[in-house]
């Protein structure tokens, strides 16, 4: 199981950007998917996270700005950055509670590789 993230960038204050995280492998189910962010010096925080029946979960300094969804057929999670603000400048790295397939089924957290967003003031 892997998780490939994409989506990020250089914008202005202001602008926007979207995140694309998908999850590939041995999957049986997808609990929880979410979006980190770790800016330099500063300990990595839960930006937004999402579970299979919808419910989201949003740290404060995002809400009404960021939205995370979730398409399950594609096992997929996004994450919509609206009105972007110079400290949003941070690595964004997805991460999802993942039951594999199998046999032997486990259940564990995967990361993906993180993706750079830089807003410029």
């Known amino acids: 199981v892997q998780l490939q993230a994409s989506g990020g960038g250089l914008v202005q204050a202001g602008g926007s950007l979207r995140l694309s995280c998908a999850a590939s492998g041995s999957i049986s189910s997808i609990t929880v998917m979410g979006w980190y962010r770790q800016a330099p010096g500063k300990q990595r925080e839960l930006v937004a996270g999402?579970?299979?029946?919808?419910?989201?979960k949003y740290a404060d300094s995002v809400k009404g700005r960021f939205t995370i969804s979730r398409d399950n057929a594609k096992n997929t999670v996004y994450l919509q950055m609206d009105s972007l603000k110079p400290e949003d400048t941070a690595v964004y790295y997805c991460a999802a509670t993942i039951r594999s397939r199998g046999v032997i089924r486990t259940t564990r957290d995967y990361w993906g590789q993180g993706t750079q967003v830089t807003v410029s003031s």
């Open positions: 999402i579970i299979d029946s919808g419910t989201t």
